[in-house]
């Protein structure tokens, strides 16, 4: 069926390829367009990571969230391991924030969303990983994030998503990003900010406008607190979810002092952050 929906995984349906990955864009027969991302290993794993990868897209499947790409199915034979996934036909976070210089309650509604999805995936299937990259991160319908790679990988700590999240944070905020010629990659990455926060990270034009350092100041903190490994403690899901939600408000009300309050405002204050 995924041969017939790629004529025959040719290359004209060849999207994207990494070591030892390809992906490709299949029609099947309904017209439903897909995503097939195919595994070059499949000769060399064992019978024991064959089942582990069944029982991972077992849980795969029944992942069902607006801010989660949804997985369709998988495929296991001796000539072809694949896992399946509706197809968005639309750009990348990354490819967005550097195309269009989107506006901050824009950045910031869709951070708001990833995190919604990352909280669903930690109250329902904790074990499920993800890679929490702006060019994994895919923009549907009326620019609604989907987070797009997904692993069933037990070790795959609550700590360690934050971390991620606050990474994908700071590269919103800041319009730079981890691969940009840092050495030490997202490590260096996170000390660069740290090193020109708060003022040198701002562009002169966003300062000018009312309340946008006072907002990007705050997102910033927030990042580098998710970021911060010598913390005891990082925030929580609930507590970024607050804090994106505070800042969002705050440029509805830059925008418009006389807008009311979002409806739907959760009732709780925002997590309060200092720098350092």
């Known amino acids: ?45 064992s019978r024991e990571k064959r089942r582990d990868f069944v029982e991972e897209c077992k849980v795969l499947v029944k992942l069902c969230h607006k801010n989660l790409v949804q997985v369709l199915g998988w495929c296991d034979n001796r000539r072809l391991r694949a896992v399946v996934t509706e197809w968005i036909e639309g750009e990348s976070v990354e490819m967005w924030v550097s195309r269009v210089d989107p506006p901050w309650k824009h950045r910031m509604k869709v951070l708001m969303r990833v995190v919604e999805g990352m909280r669903y995936s930690q109250e329902e299937w904790p074990e499920v990983g993800y890679e929490l990259k702006s060019s994994n991160i895919l923009l549907g319908e009326e620019r609604e994030p989907l987070i797009s790679r997904f692993r069933v990988e037990d070790q795959s700590s609550c700590s360690k998503k934050v971390y991620k999240f606050g990474v994908l944070l700071l590269e919103m905020v800041t319009n730079r990003s981890p691969r940009q010629g840092f050495e030490r990659g997202e490590a260096g990455f996170v000390e660069w900010v740290r090193m020109h926060y708060p003022d040198n990270l701002i562009d002169e034009k966003r300062k000018r406008k009312a309340g946008t350092l006072d907002q990007a100041t705050q997102a910033i903190e927030l990042g580098l607190m998710c970021t911060d490994l010598s913390r005891e403690m990082q925030p929580s899901l609930d507590q970024m979810f607050d ?30 952050v200092q720098s350092g």
């Open 243 to 272: 804090n994106l939600t505070a800042i969002y408000n705050s440029i509805l009300a830059s925008a418009s002092p006389y807008r009311k309050r979002v409806h739907g405002d959760r009732a709780t204050g925002p997590l309060h």
């Open 1 to 45: 069926m995924l041969k017939a929906a790629t004529n025959g995984f040719s290359k004209k349906n060849l999207v994207a390829k990494s070591e030892g990955i390809r992906i490709y864009k299949g029609v099947l027969r309904d017209g439903t367009e897909i995503r097939i991302e195919t595994y070059l290993d499949n000769n060399k794993i």
